[in-house]
Structure formats: structure tokens, C-alpha cells
């Protein structure tokens, strides 16, 4: 899986059938520091993320792993809102509360 | 999934009998900001895309998850046309009426 | 998939029961002004591809739905050699006749 | 597989339920000297891979391949810690005793 | 699938059961002309490869397609030992014999 944050949300009306229903949303990878690659992926959405959430995106096979996306012609899923991470155990994100 | 338009078509007579009656276009990928990344992808068409719509493209076995891909040695679909996207709330493209 | 030219051939007598059979051919990968982008895969070919010719190459698991590489440990097939492609209308290759 | 090494967990307590008892690392790919690449994975572990530990890592359909990644939508696993590694001969990576 | 040279051997002792039994190369791709790219890969080995010699590699769900790879956690394989290949009827790389 890669880290990324939620940044928008893309529309689509014409569509195979198998799309139907998902919301798709446009995510920036970001490394380890938080930091913004420079790359992103449009991934539907298996958990109700949120603007400016910090996500888990799988790719593949892997992203036809969830109930929502079971079958269908989707290639990336966000199956996990980040809480934290860490290295070495020094805390380098951590959702804030609100 | 990323982001694509579609400049292109390609033909082929010689071909797996998998292939048979799909529609080959060539599409150009673009970022978040609707610029061209300098890449391209030859994928099938599951959704009637024509020259210049902005559409969505799956990749991998994702790609064999439609009505139209189904069982075929085609590893990339336009699975969904585009209306618009948007980052943070602006809109970064819109589909013009016509 | 993606286009490529066919540019030789790989012989290899000690392998896998699954890749009996298959001609495996070395493909360059070329762009959409069909200019050789500098990567090269070996892969299996499904439709007599010979020297030279332009051809589509699929890749993962979508390299294993033709007759010829079924349930073979083969991760790139050629599955169509390409007639002609155009960009906006304008024709960037067309096979010759001969 | 990819070599790497085991750096830092993530949290997440949102997340589909096919992810539910896993345990995510956050992974440095290294090269065959042992070298950071400057690119890293966020891993299910199938292993009980602790911090510090050089693991190999599978990425894609055989992420879920492991009795703790079986129909997850997971698409990189820790399957083995390392113990050593040559080329040609000499040891580049030994997993110190202690 | 992709050329590479044997260059080493993998020792894992702590790994997922779907592991056992399997060796695990340390291979480096090479282009066209035998020349290495700078990236490497662990791979199963299906066919008796040793050290130095030229194989190739197939990755992701292809790499589980051989006796050797069936149902385990492992995205690339080892599935030939290559002969010789040539470009446009030159031989540019020939296993000598001894």
C-alpha cells in the first residue's frame, strides 16, 4: 500500500455499469515525511474518507478486495484512514482531532 | 485509476481472437492540473470515448472487469468519461456542453 | 498495452514445462510518434509477429488470455500487430505493404 | 520480492474490514549493497517482522497469498525476514545475533 | 518478461510457510545489449539457474504459474535460462559452453 492524502473528488456520469456507485477520489502519494511525491492516482473510495484525509491506497488485484469494489474495473481503493505512523518510533504524523 | 484523454485510435487486423471488436484508443495521460504527463497507454474502450474527452483508465487484471474486456488479453480499459474534478473545491476541469 | 517493435528473438532450451512452445520475442517499446522510448521487454507471441513489426504488448496477468500463454508463467504477450494509428486524425504510422 | 528494511508501523483504526488484525509496516526498500533507494511500501507483515529487521516484501495478487493476507485487499506482504544475502559469493548482508 | 543475470542467493529462515523449499536469487536486470540496468529483483528459481548465468524473469501473478511458485507469496520467478538472443539477426549475447 502507499500513504496519500485526499485531495478531491472526480465525476464521471457515463460509465461502465460496475462503477456505479463509487465515489472516486483524487489522491497525492506522499513519502514517509508527509511530503507530496509529485504523483497521484484517482482511487474509489471503500471507507468514506474525507478532504485533506491521510489514506492507505491499494493497487491491483488487491484494490477488488472490498465489499465496494468486489468485481468491478476499479485499479486503486482507499481501505484505510491513517491515524498515525511512525519511524524508529518518532511519531511523523498523527491525526489531529476535531 | 489515472486520468487521461483520448487522442487516438489504433487499428489492427492481426490479432488474438481475444481481441476482436474492441476499440483501441491511445490515450495520453495528464496530471491533477489536466497536463499532459508525457506518457501514453493504448487502452480499450468499455464506454464509447472520442477524440479529446477526458477519461478514466484501469490497468491490470482491473482492466478485464468489464462486459466489453471480459476474459481478454487487455490490460487497460477507459472504464469512465469524465465530467470534471476538482481539488480542494476547484473545479480543475469541466466538461464543456456541446 | 503499449506499442512496440519486434526487434529479435530469445531461445532458451532449459525452462519452466509452462513455457514449451512459446516464441518469446524481444519488443521495443516505442512512443506514439513511434520513437523507440529506450525499454525493452521479452514477450511471448500469440499472433506470428515477425522482425520489425509494430505490435501491442500486454502485460501482467492480462498476458495469459490468449490460447497460447493459458496458465503460463509468461508476463508479456503479443496479442495484435498493429495496422496503422493516428493522433488527432493525423496518421503517425501506417504499416507498408510488401 | 524486494528487499527492505522494517522502519516505523502504521495506525489506522478506520479501515475495511479485510484489514482488520493486520499489522502495517512501513517499508525503506534497500539495493542488493544493503542502500536505502528512497522509495518505501506500507506492508501487511506475515511474519512478525520487528524494527530494524531486513525483510523481503511481495507486492500485488501474491500479497495475498499468505494465511494472514488471504482475500484482503493488501498488495504488499513481509513474507520472510532475511538472514543473509551474497554476490558472487561474498556476504553483503548478515543479520547480526543478539 | 524481463532479462537478468544470476548474482547471488537469498538465506531466509523465518518466513511464510508458503515459502518453504524455494530458492531465492538475487537477479540483475540487463538491457538488450547484456548490460545491466542498475535495478535488481529476489526471484524464485523454477529452473536450477546458478551464478552469472542469464535467465529471465516473470513478475506478479505470471510468477506463480510454475510447479515450483503455485499458490505462494512470491511476484517473481525465474521460469528460463536463456540460450542466446539477437537483434535484427545479430547475436548479442550467446551462454558459452563448458
Redesign the interface.
Known amino acids: ?3 496519500g492524502k485526499v ?13 456505479e456507485g463509487l465515489r ?1 477520489m ?1 489522491v ?1 502519494y506522499v ?2 515525511n508527509n511530503k507530496e511525491t509529485g504523483t ?4 474509489a473510495d ?3 474518507a474525507g ?1 485533506d484525509e491521510l489514506v ?1 491506497v ?10 465496494a ?1 468486489d ?7 482507499i ?11 518518532d511519531i ?1 504524523y498523527r491525526k489531529s482531532d476535531d
Chains 1, 2, 3, 4, 5 share one sequence.
Request: net charge neutral; proline share 3%; charged share 25%.
Open positions: 500500500m502507499n500513504l485531495v478531491g473528488m472526480v465525476v464521471s456520469s457515463r460509465k461502465d455499469s460496475g462503477m472516486l483524487l497525492r513519502d514517509e497521484q492516482v484517482v482511487a471503500a471507507v468514506g478532504p492507505l491499494a493497487t491491483g488485484s488487491s484494490a477488488r478486495q472490498t465489499e469494489t468485481k468491478r474495473p476499479c485499479d486503486a481503493v481501505m484505510a484512514i491513517v491515524d498515525s505512523w511512525d519511524i524508529g518510533g511523523k
